[in-house]
C-alpha cells in the first residue's frame, strides 16, 4: 500500500510538471506583441487603470488596453498571426474570448485597419453596440468617440455584424454605416485609399533650408531631427499646441503630419495659404507627393519646378507615372540645388539601385547617411545594399534599423523579412512580409512578395489569394502575374499558368514604375525564359523554343534564358552521339548560363533538370535529383545530381550512364558514363568564379544510322575516354547589362576505333589488267590521343536599344593518331599479307577567332541584327581516314551575321538570319561563348554532312538563310511556319593505297570534296483546350542534295569518283496532351515518317510508315516527383531510313517504357 501511495504521488508530481507548461504555452498563444509605435501610445494592464508608454515588442495579454494618442500610430500583431493598425486617438482591448478560442477585439473609440489572415472565425470584434465575426479578411472599423456610429469597410474577404436590432453579411468592397436603433445595412465602398489613408507612408519632400525656419529657436529640436531624417522625432518635438508662426511654418507642420498619416489635417492647413503665398511651391511639393502615393492624378495645372522641394516631389509623381528616368533626373536636380538635403540624396540613391547601379547607390548612400543618419529609407537601402553583396547579417542589422527609426516604413518590414527567409527562418518571414503588407495595403508589390511567402510556406491557397489581391490593387502591375503563373506551374495548372504568364509579359512595361528601361528587358526575359518551360510543361515543344530565344534576344546576359535554351537543344540531341547537329549549341548555351548566373542561383545542370527557373527565394540549401529510365528491350538511362549553395558557394556532382542493347542488328550495344564536378564561387558581389571537370567514358559497338541496321561490322568496336576535361570560368557583372566573360579549357581526349573490315581505296598503276580504282576492305586498328588549350573572352555591353557582344578565342593543341592497316583484301585474285600500313604521325591544331555581334532595336515593332566573325584554323587534313597524314591545312575566313526580328502587330512575329561559319575538327568546336543563333536560327551546326555515311569532316564552310513567321491568337493557339536553307563545303585528305608493282602497297591521301545542300520547311500548330488539354501538329519537309568528287580519279575509271544523291523526307508529329490538376497526365503520340531517295548505289527506295506511342504517369506538385509509364512504338513498325536525312533514331519494335523522377 505505501509503494502504491508513492507511485500516485510521483504521478501527480510528473502530470504536475507537464500541465506547466502546457499552460505557460497556451498563455505564449493568447498573447499579442506589439509591433510599431509612432509618436504617443500607451497600454494599461489588465486590472489596472494606469496608462505607462508601450515598447515595441510589448507583450500584451487579454484584458490589456492600449491606446494612441493624437497624431500617433501603433501596429499589433495579435495572437492568431493577424496584423492589427491603430490610427490616431484610439483606444481598444483585446478581450479574453468566452470559447477561449476566437480573440475579441474591443473597439472604444478610433480607427482601426485589420490585416487578418487566420482561419475564419478566428476572430470576432465589439465597437459599441455593435459586433461581428471576421472571416479570413482585411477590413475598416471606425467608433465614433460621441455616440453610437460604428463604421465597417471590407476590403477583402467577409465579415458578419450585427447590433441590437438587425445583422448584415459584408463581402469585399462592401461597407456598412452602423447607428443605433438602426437594422445594419450595406453599401458599395466608394473610395477605399481614402479610408485608410492614415496607414500609407509618406516620405520627407521638403527641404529645410528652403523652410528658412532656422531663426525659431522653438523649433530648433524638431529642425534638427528632420535634417537627420527622423520624421517621428521631428513630430515628436514640434512645440505641442504650438499655433503656426508663417506659411512656411504651416508647410512645414502639414509635412510632419504626414509622416504619421494625418492626410486631412495636412491638406486643411495648406488649405489656409493664400494663392500668392511665397510658400506655395513648398506647398504644391506635399500636395504631388500625397497624389502621388495614393496614385492619383494631378488636381492642378502642372507648374515647372523651382525648388528642390518640388523636384523631389515631382520625382515620386514621375515614379507613379511610369518615368523612371525622369524621376532620376528630377531627384538629381533636387541634390544639385540643394546639396545638404539629406532626404535628396537618399531619393538619387534610392534610383539608381533601380537601375542597378549599386556601386552609384552606395557612394550616393554614403553621402545621404552622413547628411541624415537617422533615414530610416537610407537605411533600408543599405540593407538591400548588403543583401546584394551577399552580406545577410549586415542587411538584416540594417532593417531592423531602420524598423526601430520609423517602423511604418513597408520596405524595411520587406526587407527583414527576405533576409529571414534567406537564413531558413520561414515563418519569421512570413510575419515580417505580412507586417510589410499592413502598413502599405495599397501596394501591390508588397502582396505579391507576401504571396511567394505563402507559397515558399507550400500554402498554395492563401498564395493564390494575395497574389489575385495584388493584381486587384494594380492591373497595371506585371509582377503578381508572373508569380501567379509560377504558383500555378507549381500546382499542375499548365494552361492557367501559361494565360498568366503571356499576360505578364503584356504588361511587363507598367513594372517602369519599379525598374528602368534596361531592367525591364531583364524582367521580360525571365518571363519568357519561364514561359517557355512553362510551354515545355504543356507539349508545346516549337513553341517554347521560340520564346526561348526572345528570352536571349531581349537580355543575351540573362541566364535562365540560356539554360532553357540548352535545354531545348539538349531535347533534340542524339544522347547516343550519332548525331552532332545540335552538341555545339547545346553545350555552349549551358556554360553561358552557368557563367552568367551568380553563385546563388546554384550550378547549371547539363544531365538532369534540377533547376527551376525562378527560385522564390534565395537561400542555402542542399539537394539531390535522380532521374532513371527504362525500356523492355534492356536499355536503361541513369542520371543524378548531388547540389547546393552554401554562402558564395554552390557545386554539383553529376552523373549520367547510359547502357543501349542496340536494336535491329547484331553489335550494336554501347555503354557511356560521364561524371561531372561543378563549382562556382561568389568571390565579390560582381566577380564570380567557375571550374569543372568532367570525366566520360564510352564503348560501342557499330551505333551508327543505317538503311538495315542488320548490315552491321561484326566485330567493330570503338571507345572514347576523356580524363579530364578542364573548365575555369570567370564572370564579371560592372553593371547591369554590362559583363565580362572568360572561358579557359583543357580538353583531353583517346580515342581508338578496331574495324576489321575498313572500306578502302585502292589505285593500281601497274600495266593492265591490274590498273584502275577499286574498294577494297582491310583491317584497321586507329588510336588518336588529343590535348587542345583553350580562352575565349567576351563582353556583353547592353543599353536600352543597342547589346553588342565582343569577343575573341584562341585554341591551340596537339594531336597524336597511331594506325596500323593489315591483312587487306586488294586486287582481284590479290590478297598480300601481312602489314599494309603502319603509321604514327602528330599534327598541330591551332584556330583564332575574333567576333562582333550588335542588335539594334529600332523601334519596339523593329530590332535588327548584325556580326561579323573572322577564324583563322589550322588543321590536320586526316587523321581519322586511314592511311593518316601528318600535313595540315589552314583556311582564314570572314562570316557576316545579318537578322531581323519584326513585331508587326500583337502576337505575330517576323524574323529573318543570315550567317556564314567555318567548322572546326572535334569535339573542341564545341567549347565556344559566342552567340550560336541569329534571329533564332541555329548557326552552331557542327558536322552537315552525315558522318555514318561518309565518316568525319572538318573546317566545313557553311551558309545559313532563314525565314519563319509565328502567330499567338488570345484563343491560346499557336501556328507558325519556317523555312531554311544550309549549305555545306567540305574539303578533306582522304587514304588510299597505291601501288605500281605488287607488291608494296604505298599509303597516301587523296583530296575528296562534298557540296551539301539542305532546304527545310516546317509548319506546327498547337491550341490549349481549356484548363487541361493540348493538342499539337508538327510537320517538317527536308530535302538534302550531297554531291561528293575525288578529283584524281578519273570518271570513266571508277564510279568512285563521283556521287549525286539525294534524299526527300517527310516527317508529321500530331500528339494530344491531358494535364490534371492533381498531377495525373497522360499523352498520345502519332508519327508519320515518309523518304524518297535519288542516286543510291545500290538502289534504297526510303519507306513510308507510321509509329505511335502513348505516356501515362503522375506529376507530383513543385515538381518534386514524376512516374511516367508508357508503350513506344505502339504498332510494332519497323523501317528503313537513310541517313542522308537527318533524323532522330525511332524505336524499331514495340517497347515498354517506364521512368521515375524525384529530388529532394
Not at 340 to 369: C, H, N, P, Q, T
Request: aromatic share 10%.
Amino acid at each position: 500500500m505505501r509503494v502504491l501511495k508513492t507511485f500516485l504521488q510521483l504521478l501527480c508530481l510528473v502530470a504536475g510538471m507537464g500541465i506547466v507548461p502546457l499552460l505557460q504555452a497556451q498563455e505564449a498563444t493568447n498573447t499579442s506583441v506589439i509591433l510599431t509605435i509612432e509618436g504617443k501610445v500607451e497600454v494599461a494592464l489588465v486590472g489596472q487603470d494606469v496608462w505607462t508608454p508601450a515598447q515595441t515588442n510589448q507583450v500584451l495579454r487579454p484584458g490589456d488596453r492600449v491606446r494612441t494618442g493624437r497624431n500617433s500610430r501603433a501596429s499589433l500583431r495579435l495572437y492568431n498571426q493577424s496584423v492589427l493598425r491603430l490610427s490616431e486617438v484610439t483606444t481598444m482591448v483585446i478581450q479574453a474570448p468566452p470559447n477561449k478560442k476566437s480573440p475579441l477585439l474591443d473597439l472604444k473609440n478610433g480607427s482601426v485597419f485589420m490585416f487578418d489572415r487566420g482561419k475564419p472565425s478566428d476572430l470576432e470584434f465589439r465597437a459599441k453596440k455593435a459586433s461581428g465575426a471576421v472571416r479570413g479578411t482585411e477590413f475598416f472599423l471606425s467608433a465614433a468617440e460621441e455616440g453610437e456610429t460604428v463604421l465597417v469597410a471590407v476590403f477583402d474577404g467577409a465579415v458578419d455584424v450585427s447590433n441590437e436590432v438587425g445583422q448584415v453579411a459584408l463581402n469585399s468592397g462592401e461597407q456598412s454605416l452602423i447607428e443605433e436603433g438602426k437594422r445594419p445595412e450595406k453599401t458599395a465602398v466608394i473610395n477605399a485609399v481614402n479610408l485608410i489613408q492614415w496607414c500609407l507612408y509618406y516620405p520627407g519632400v521638403l527641404d529645410p533650408a528652403e523652410l528658412k525656419l532656422d531663426g525659431v529657436a522653438e523649433l530648433a529640436p524638431s529642425l534638427s531631427d528632420y535634417r537627420a531624417g527622423d520624421l517621428l522625432g521631428a513630430l515628436a518635438k514640434y512645440p505641442e499646441g504650438r499655433e503656426p508662426a508663417g506659411d512656411t511654418e504651416l508647410v512645414y507642420r502639414a509635412g510632419l503630419l504626414l509622416a504619421v498619416g494625418r492626410v486631412d489635417a495636412a491638406e486643411a492647413l495648406l488649405g489656409r495659404l493664400a494663392a500668392d503665398s511665397a510658400a506655395m511651391p513648398l506647398s504644391r511639393a506635399l500636395r504631388t507627393v500625397i497624389q502621388a502615393v495614393k496614385f492619383e492624378s494631378r488636381t492642378a495645372v502642372a507648374v515647372r519646378p523651382s525648388t528642390a522641394s518640388e523636384w523631389m516631389a515631382e520625382s515620386y509623381n514621375y515614379q507613379s507615372r511610369s518615368q523612371l528616368p525622369s524621376a532620376l533626373n528630377a531627384a538629381r536636380e533636387a541634390m544639385r540645388l540643394s546639396p545638404d538635403f539629406g532626404f535628396a540624396a537618399a531619393r538619387v540613391a534610392e534610383l539608381e539601385f533601380s537601375f542597378g547601379r549599386i556601386s552609384v547607390m552606395e557612394e550616393v548612400l554614403e553621402r545621404a547617411l552622413k547628411l541624415s543618419p537617422r533615414n530610416a529609407q537610407a537605411h533600408v537601402l543599405r540593407g538591400f545594399a548588403h543583401a546584394a553583396r551577399g552580406r545577410v547579417q549586415e542587411a538584416q542589422g540594417s532593417f531592423e534599423n531602420a524598423i526601430a527609426l520609423d517602423g511604418a516604413l513597408g520596405n524595411a518590414w520587406l526587407g527583414r523579412g527576405l533576409c529571414r527567409i534567406r537564413q531558413g527562418q520561414s515563418a519569421a518571414g512570413l510575419e515580417d512580409l505580412q507586417t510589410a503588407a499592413a502598413l502599405e495595403p495599397q501596394r501591390s508589390l508588397l502582396r505579391s512578395y507576401l504571396g511567394k511567402a505563402y507559397s515558399h510556406r507550400r500554402d498554395a491557397r492563401q498564395a493564390e489569394h494575395e497574389l489575385s489581391l495584388a493584381r486587384k490593387l494594380d492591373m497595371g502591375d506585371p509582377t503578381p502575374v508572373f508569380y501567379r503563373a509560377l504558383l500555378n506551374r507549381q500546382e499542375n495548372r499548365i494552361n492557367t499558368a501559361v494565360r498568366d504568364l503571356e499576360e505578364s509579359i503584356r504588361l511587363n512595361d507598367n513594372r517602369s514604375v519599379y525598374r528602368s528601361r534596361l531592367l525591364l528587358d531583364q524582367d521580360q526575359a525571365v518571363r519568357r525564359a519561364n514561359l517557355a518551360g512553362i510551354y515545355q510543361d504543356a507539349g508545346l515543344t516549337e513553341v517554347a523554343i521560340r520564346e526561348g530565344y526572345k528570352a536571349v534576344y531581349y537580355d543575351y546576359g540573362n541566364y535562365s534564358a540560356h539554360l532553357f535554351l540548352a535545354n531545348s537543344y539538349d531535347a533534340l540531341r542524339d544522347l547516343r552521339g550519332t548525331n552532332l547537329r545540335y552538341e555545339t549549341p547545346w553545350l555552349s548555351e549551358y556554360l553561358l548560363a552557368n557563367l552568367l548566373s551568380p553563385a546563388n542561383a546554384g550550378v547549371m545542370s547539363q544531365q538532369i533538370s534540377q533547376n527551376e527557373y525562378s527560385r522564390f527565394f534565395d537561400r542555402d540549401y542542399l539537394g539531390f535529383a535522380s532521374q532513371t529510365e527504362y525500356f523492355s528491350n534492356g536499355d536503361w538511362v541513369q542520371k543524378a545530381s548531388q547540389y547546393g549553395v552554401a554562402g558564395g558557394t554552390a557545386w554539383s556532382l553529376e552523373s549520367f550512364y547510359l547502357t543501349d542493347n542496340g536494336q535491329g542488328g547484331p553489335n550494336r550495344q554501347q555503354e557511356q558514363l560521364t561524371l561531372s564536378l561543378k563549382v562556382k564561387q561568389q568571390v565579390t558581389q560582381k566577380d564570380m568564379l567557375y571550374f569543372q571537370a568532367v570525366y566520360f567514358d564510352a564503348s560501342a559497338g557499330d551505333v551508327g544510322q543505317r538503311y538495315n541496321p542488320a548490315n552491321t561490322v561484326a566485330g567493330f568496336r570503338l571507345k572514347d575516354n576523356q580524363e579530364p576535361l578542364l573548365m575555369a570560368g570567370y564572370h564579371r557583372e560592372w553593371s547591369p547589362g554590362n559583363h565580362t566573360l572568360l572561358l579557359l579549357t583543357r580538353l583531353h581526349d583517346q580515342w581508338g576505333v578496331y574495324n576489321p573490315s575498313q572500306g578502302v581505296i585502292s589505285a593500281a598503276l601497274a600495266p593492265p589488267p591490274f590498273n584502275g580504282v577499286f574498294l577494297n576492305s582491310i583491317r584497321q586498328d586507329l588510336d588518336e590521343k588529343s590535348v587542345v588549350y583553350g580562352a575565349e573572352l567576351q563582353q556583353i555591353i547592353q543599353r536600352e536599344r543597342h547589346n553588342t557582344i565582343i569577343g575573341g578565342k584562341v585554341q591551340a593543341g596537339e594531336y597524336d593518331s597511331r594506325s596500323l592497316q593489315y591483312n587487306p583484301t586488294m586486287l582481284p585474285g590479290f590478297h598480300p599479307p601481312g602489314v599494309a600500313a603502319n603509321q604514327s604521325v602528330s599534327a598541330d591544331i591551332s584556330r583564332y577567332s575574333l567576333y562582333a555581334y550588335h542588335y539594334w532595336e529600332i523601334g519596339r515593332p523593329l530590332t535588327l541584327v548584325g556580326g561579323l566573325t573572322y577564324d583563322h584554323f589550322q588543321y590536320p587534313v586526316n587523321l581519322r581516314l586511314s592511311p593518316v597524314s601528318s600535313y595540315t591545312e589552314s583556311v582564314d575566313r570572314l562570316s557576316p551575321k545579318a537578322g531581323f526580328l519584326l513585331t508587326p502587330y500583337r502576337g505575330a512575329t517576323l524574323r529573318g538570319a543570315y550567317a556564314r561559319y567555318l567548322g572546326g575538327l572535334g569535339f573542341e568546336q564545341s567549347f565556344m561563348l559566342e552567340p550560336t543563333q541569329v534571329a533564332g536560327f541555329n548557326q552552331a551546326l557542327r558536322n552537315l554532312v552525315p558522318e555514318a555515311l561518309y565518316g568525319p569532316t572538318a573546317a566545313s564552310r557553311g551558309e545559313m538563310f532563314g525565314l519563319a513567321f509565328e502567330q499567338k491568337l488570345p484563343t491560346q493557339t499557336y501556328f507558325g511556319v519556317s523555312g531554311e536553307i544550309l549549305y555545306s563545303d567540305v574539303n578533306r585528305d582522304l587514304g588510299w593505297f597505291l601501288t605500281r608493282n605488287l607488291p608494296p602497297l604505298l599509303p597516301a591521301n587523296t583530296r575528296e570534296q562534298f557540296d551539301y545542300r539542305e532546304r527545310t520547311l516546317r509548319l506546327y500548330a498547337n491550341q490549349l483546350v481549356g484548363e487541361e488539354w493540348s493538342l499539337g501538329a508538327q510537320y517538317r519537309l527536308s530535302h538534302v542534295d550531297l554531291q561528293q568528287r575525288i578529283p584524281e580519279i578519273p570518271p570513266a575509271m571508277s564510279p568512285l569518283s563521283a556521287s549525286h544523291v539525294r534524299g526527300l523526307m517527310h516527317q508529321l508529329n500530331l500528339y494530344v496532351a491531358f494535364n490534371h490538376r492533381c498531377g495525373f497526365f497522360s499523352r498520345l503520340e502519332g508519327g508519320w515518317t515518309r523518304q524518297h531517295n535519288q542516286g543510291l548505289n545500290p538502289d534504297r527506295p526510303g519507306d513510308d510508315f507510321w509509329q505511335f506511342n502513348v505516356y501515362a504517369g503522375y506529376r507530383m506538385k513543385r515538381g518534386r516527383a514524376e512516374i511516367r509509364l508508357g508503350v513506344l512504338n505502339l504498332t510494332d513498325q519497323d523501317y528503313r531510313l537513310n541517313p542522308l536525312n537527318p533524323y532522330l533514331e525511332l524505336p524499331r519494335e514495340r517497347t515498354f517504357y517506364a521512368s521515375l523522377f524525384w529530388k529532394f
